[in-house]
């Protein structure tokens, strides 16, 4: 059975740091696109990052480039965001999740992944 666990989320001031987790299980890594997603109260959900082991290749939104790291560790299969100089509009829940057959150019459209994560929240105090 495919699961992702989601952790790592809580409450920190502007310009401070935190590193999200999502644990797998029931796949390995490499054969799936992992990315991070996140939605705000009131808003849609939006791509952050994923990353393709297989490829080496990793994807961030405009919004997060040059403050977001997404990383995977295969041995723990363990996929990482580090979130650097936070901003309040970073604030909203993240979830974590896997696609099986994501094209590159579709990185950021949710319906393109198969199994999810459950949220943690991310608030950023100003």
């Known amino acids: 059975e495919v699961q992702l666990q989601a952790s790592g989320g809580g409450l920190v001031q502007a310009g401070g740091s935190l590193r999200l987790s999502c644990a797998a299980s029931?796949?390995?890594?490499?054969?799936?696109?992992i990315a991070w997603f996140r939605q705000a109260p009131g808003k849609d959900r939006e791509g952050v990052s994923c990353?393709?082991?297989?490829?080496?290749?990793?994807y961030y939104a405009d919004s997060v480039k040059g403050r977001f790291t997404i990383s995977s560790d295969n041995a723990k299969s363990t996929v990482y965001l580090h979130m650097d100089t936070l901003k309040p509009e970073d604030t909203a829940v993240y979830f974590c999740?896997?696609?099986?057959?994501?094209?590159?150019?579709?990185?950021?459209?949710?319906?393109?992944?198969?199994?999810w994560g459950q949220g943690t929240l991310v608030t950023v105090s100003s």
């Open positions: 999740a896997a696609g099986w057959t994501v094209l590159a150019d579709n990185w950021d459209i949710d319906v393109e992944y198969d199994y």
């Open positions: 029931g796949f390995t890594l490499d054969d799936y696109t």
């Open positions: 990353i393709r082991s297989s490829e080496g290749n990793t």
